[in-house]
């Protein structure tokens, strides 16, 4: 369990750190526009991860239709917010 506070700018920090990305923030010092990056001060979630951990076995989990329902499902082409 982690104690740590974390804000937006967590989640790209940890991207960032992952895949051993730079910092927006470092990226581009030319431009006027590299102020406001929060990944930089950003703590990051790594700590709320355990990438030593071995994964779980896949359980299937019963649903209401088949997954053939879904790739013959034809779109509605509606906004999903319609309602």
Known sequence: ???TQYEFG?????IEQV?????LSTMGKESTYTYGYTDSRANS???????TQVPRRFTAV????????FLRERPSLKAPDDD
């Open 62 to 69: 019963q649903a209401k239709y088949p997954a053939v329902h």
């Open 19 to 23: 895949f051993g990305l730079p910092a």
């Open 45 to 51: 979630l790594v700590d709320s991860f355990d990438f």
């Open 10 to 14: 967590s989640v790209l920090k940890f």
């Open 1 to 3: 369990m982690s104690h």
